[in-house]
């Protein structure tokens, strides 16, 4: 089976990449920037390096929020063909986004800190005449805990929203949990937490992320925190990717989906090969993917078969050459010199 990894060509890539060559007879670490796809009413093509892209088993696509774009573009121009897509059109769209993140979870049941979206800065601002301090404030997109900030009074709260007005920044603003600067962060590989550690901010700074010098330490989530993290990933579409947790008074919440994690960290924290077990899922699941969709195709013809057509014959072989009675002829509408 053949396998491409599609992204920025970071670290990460690189690793899963070297794991999957043990299993795949084929791995191509693909860079993003270099894809091209071209519509037209006849025809839709994807191009790599200006060429189209070669027929792969399984397609990974990762990599930054700032190509969300081209890759809701790509894999819905990949989408129903054979190919087994980890993160499907969707994924795209929701994971990218923290606000419709939140809409996904609680459409599925998952618990997630209280959050608010304002449709213009001055709704913002009556908004946290009315809500209780701390709370978070967030920018839409951003990874490595990048555009995160916390606000501990109704002034310094408006005072970051004028300067995020002034950036032309929308904002969510998101209920503050106590958890001494510490969350977690659990990679998701199907129905299973593959590793997980917990992070704390180092200095006074809320965000744990390892970017922003947080400490990882190997962690053993609880079967309720485990099963948050597992409907999280369902909840955006997507078969891998890392969840980010908080656990306080109210049990584990989700703070945000991630679908293009870095693994260097979570590596060292656990001292467990992270790559090696995405490279073994992706391999698992594009086998089951191909058997599924060969069982599909026999099924489709086998169903497409009309019961009122059915007739049982007698084979009349003659010279090497199967021939039919005149029934049966007319009943499959075959024609002379048509492959069957």
Known sequence: MKLAIISLGGTSSELIAKEAKELFSEVDLIDIRKIEIHASSKELKVLYERKPLKEYDC???RGSFNYALLQRSLTFALSGKNTYLPLETDCFTVAHDKFLTSLALQKKGVKFPTTYLAATMKAAKKLLEEIHYPIIMKVLSGTQGKGVMSADSLSSAKSMLDTLESLKQPVILQEYIETEAT???????GNKVISCMKRKGRGGDIRANIHQGG????????????????????AVGADICAVDLLEGVKGALVLEVNLSPGLKGIMEATKTNVPKKVANFLYKKTAEFKKSGKEKDVNDIIKGIKSEKEVLSNVDIKAGKIRLPELVTKISGFTEGEEV
């Open 59 to 61: 397609i990974y696509v």
């Open 183 to 189: 969350d977690i962060r659990a990679i998701v590989a």
């Open 215 to 234: 400490i990882g330490i190997k962690y053993d989530l609880d079967y309720a925190a485990e099963n948050a993290a597992i409907k999280a990933a369902k």
